[in-house]
T-cell receptor, first 116, second 118 residues
Framework: DTGVSQNPRHKITKRGQNVTFRCDPI?????LYWYRQTLGQGPEFLTY????????KSRLLSDRFSAERPKGSFSTLEIQRTEQGDSAMYLC??????????????FGPGTRLTVT | AQTVTQSQPEMSVQEAETVTLSCTYD???????LFWYKQPPSRQMILVIR??????QNATENRFSVNFQKAAKSFSLKISDSQLGDAAMYFC???????????????FGIGTKLQVIP
């Protein structure tokens, strides 16, 4: 168990460019979550997958944001036409479904996006 | 909607002393989970302790314990024998149960920055 991994760890992009982040969850976990954390704030929920199905999306997830989880393994989060307000840390987390397992979500190290 | 409030932006504690971080939350649910997460500088968030609302007994994990007051919707974290490695942002968090509509999102407070003074 190597934990949740995210790539890249840092991304600097110019306004208007598209960016894509990747998250690899803990292998046994079938739930995967994306959060956004801005400076001085706690993480805010963006979206969640159970296996390959995207079951919930926050209203924070505008139409410029899209997330996928093909084959229920890794996930990608794409931001199109980036804006300076998109600058934040993007966190991925994963968890078990099975009853009796821990209810907590395990977080990755995050991808810090800076839009210039 | 559920909300989590942490009213202490920063706290400091002397090494080896005890500190308590406060958290209140608002929900109409009777069963739910509460968590404290620790986020060290430039490092990933890790779970410190978990409390299930239907359990009356306060959770304890080594030097970390909680004071869960369900009626008051209060969930404070006590850190005993503070160590330099405890310095971090601490986030209080809430999640509904599987049986409350299946919502999986965790709602976080804005965090408390804990400084440990040698």
């Amino acid at each position: 168990d190597t934990g949740v991994s995210q790539n890249p760890r840092h991304k600097i992009t110019k306004r208007g460019q598209n960016v894509t982040f990747r998250c690899d969850p803990i292998s046994e976990h079938n739930r995967l979550y994306w959060y956004r954390q801005t400076l001085g704030q706690g993480p805010e929920f963006l979206t969640y997958f159970q296996n390959e199905a995207q079951l919930e999306k926050s209203r924070l997830l505008s139409d410029r944001f899209s997330a996928e989880r093909p084959k229920g393994s890794f996930s990608t989060l794409e931001i199109q036409r980036t804006e300076q307000g998109d600058s934040a840390m993007y966190l991925c987390a994963s968890s078990f479904t099975n009853p009796g397992q821990g209810k907590e979500q395990y977080f990755g190290p995050g991808t810090r996006l800076t839009v210039t | 909607a559920q909300t989590v409030t942490q009213s202490q932006p920063e706290m400091s504690v002397q090494e080896a002393e005890t500190v308590t971080l406060s958290c209140t939350y608002d929900t109409s649910e009777s069963d739910y989970y509460l968590f404290w997460y620790k986020q060290p500088p430039s490092r990933q968030m890790i779970l410190v302790i978990r409390q299930e609302a239907y359990k009356q007994q306060n959770a304890t994990e080594n030097r970390f314990s909680v004071n869960f007051q369900k009626a008051a919707k209060s969930f404070s974290l006590k850190i005993s024998d503070s160590q330099l490695g405890d310095a971090a942002m601490y986030f209080c968090a809430y999640r509904q149960t599987e049986f409350s509509g299946g919502y999986q999102k965790v709602t976080f407070g804005i965090g408390t920055k804990l400084q440990v003074i040698p």
